[in-house]
C-alpha cells in the first residue's frame, strides 16, 4: 500500500480533531456570512454578539448545530485532499528526482488535489451549512400556550436534512455553490504552497518540531483566508436554499458579489470574517500538527496489520 492511503488516513484524522475543537467559531462565522438583514432585530451585530444570541437562544448545543456532517465533511475532505496532493507531488518528486516541489509544482499539485476535493465532497458542505444556519424558534415564555408551543423545532438530522434538499430541490442542488467552490481552489494552493516552501526552507536548517507545524499552519492559513474571503462567504450563500425573491438569489458568483457590494457594501463582503481567521488558523495549525503526528501512527498501523510491506520507505 502507497504512502497515499497513509497519508489520507492521517489527513482524516486530523481534520476530525482540528473540525470538532474549532466548530462553534464556525457556526458563528457561518450565521454571520449568510445574514443578510443587518437591520433585524435579532440580526447579529458581531462575532460576541452572535455568541451570546446563540447561547442565550438555543444553547451550547446551538453552537454545535450540524457537527455530525462537519466532521464527516472534514474527514473525507482532508482525506481525498491528502491522497490527491500527495499522489501528484510522488509523481513530480519521481518525475524531477528531487525530494521537494519548486513553488509550480506545489501549486499544480494544490490545484488537482482541491478541484477533487470539491467535486467529491461539495454535497456534503451543502447539508452542513443548511444545517448550520438553521436556527431552533423557541417556545413563547410564561403564558403555557400550547400552539405557541408548537413553534419549537429541533435540528434535523445529517441524513434528514440530505434527503429533503433532494426531496425540495432535487440532486443538483447538492452541487450548489460548486463554480466559487472550484475557485476558492485558490485556498489551498495559497495555504499549502506557503506551507511547502517554508517548511522546506526550515528543513534546510533543522528538524520541524510539533510547534513549528502548528506556527506554519496558522501562518498559511491566514495568508489563504485572507485574500479568498469573499469567495467563502459567497459560497456559504449559494449553499443554502435560494430563495424566490431576485435580490436575494444569486444566480452566479459575480451576480452574488455584485449584490452584496450593492445591497450591504464593501464591508459585507467580510462579514464573520474575525471568527472564520481564528477559526481557519487554529483549524489548520491543528490539523497540521495532529496530522504528521497520525501519520507515523498511521503508518506503524498499517504494517502491523499487513497492509505495508515496509516501514523504512514512509518514515
Request: hydrophobic fraction near 45%; include cysteine; proline fraction near 2%.
Amino acid at each position: 500500500m502507497s504512502d497515499n492511503v497513509a497519508h489520507a488516513l492521517a489527513g482524516a484524522g486530523g481534520g476530525i480533531i482540528s473540525m470538532a475543537v474549532t466548530y462553534p467559531l464556525l457556526t458563528v462565522g457561518t450565521r454571520l456570512q449568510v445574514q443578510r438583514n443587518n437591520k433585524d432585530e435579532a440580526a447579529y451585530t458581531g462575532n460576541l454578539d452572535a455568541l451570546r444570541k446563540i447561547l442565550s437562544q438555543e444553547g451550547i448545543t446551538g453552537l454545535f448545530s450540524g457537527l455530525e456532517s462537519a466532521v464527516f465533511g472534514a474527514a473525507v475532505t482532508n482525506g481525498v485532499y491528502y491522497y490527491f496532493f500527495e499522489a501528484v507531488k510522488a509523481a513530480f518528486e519521481r518525475a524531477s528526482k528531487r525530494k521537494s516541489m519548486s513553488t509550480v509544482e506545489s501549486m499544480l499539485s494544490g490545484a488537482i488535489a482541491g478541484s477533487m476535493t470539491c467535486i467529491i465532497t461539495n454535497p456534503i458542505w451543502v447539508v452542513n451549512t443548511r444545517l448550520t444556519v438553521k436556527q431552533k424558534r423557541q417556545r413563547a415564555v410564561a403564558n403555557g400556550d400550547s400552539e405557541s408551543s408548537s413553534l419549537k423545532e429541533s435540528t434535523p438530522s445529517t441524513l434528514q436534512a440530505f434527503t429533503d434538499i433532494i426531496k425540495e430541490d432535487g440532486v443538483l442542488s447538492l452541487w450548489q455553490g460548486l463554480i466559487p467552490a472550484l475557485i476558492l481552489v485558490i485556498n489551498p494552493i495559497i495555504q499549502y504552497t506557503a506551507f511547502e516552501q517554508l517548511k522546506n526552507r526550515i528543513e534546510r536548517v533543522r528538524k520541524l518540531g510539533s510547534l513549528d507545524f502548528f506556527l506554519l499552519g496558522a501562518i498559511s492559513k491566514l495568508c489563504a483566508t485572507g485574500v479568498t474571503y469573499p469567495y467563502v462567504l459567497i459560497k456559504s450563500r449559494m449553499q443554502l436554499k435560494q430563495s424566490k425573491n431576485e435580490n436575494e438569489r444569486y444566480t452566479s458568483l459575480v451576480d452574488g458579489l455584485r449584490k452584496v457590494i450593492a445591497q450591504e457594501g464593501i464591508a459585507g463582503l467580510y462579514k464573520g470574517i474575525e471568527s472564520k481567521l481564528v477559526q481557519s488558523m487554529l483549524t489548520a495549525s491543528l490539523l497540521f500538527m495532529s496530522k504528521e503526528a497520525l501519520f507515523t501512527y498511521t503508518v506503524k498501523l498499517l504494517l502491523l496489520i499487513g497492509a505495508r510491506k515496509s516501514l523504512a520507505s514512509a518514515v
